[in-house]
């Protein structure tokens, strides 16, 4: 099911709204829009939690990546 979300815009805005709704589907634009943004929202947020996790392992033990490189070239 479907629910309207109303957005407030000034005069001027809302004229140049109409003398361009032949050229543009406002809806879908506006759908499109709120869709990226929340997509952004929550990767950021899934992000920040990756970090916070990352952070509170204390890292790698000391000389890891040493001997990871190590490995790597002795094995290829």
Known sequence: MSKIIAVKV??????KVDKFKDKINWPEEI?????????????????K????????????PKGFSVLSVRE?????
Not at 31 to 47: D, G, S, T, V
Request: net charge negative; glycine share 8%.
């Open 10 to 15: 000034s005069d001027e805005l809302k004229k």
């Open 31 to 47: 759908r499109l829009f709120i869709e990226r943004k929340i997509r952004e929202i929550e990767a950021q947020e899934k992000m």
């Open 49 to 60: 939690d990756i970090i916070e996790d990352i952070e509170k392992t204390g890292g790698v």
């Open 72 to 76: 790597d070239r002795e094995s290829g």
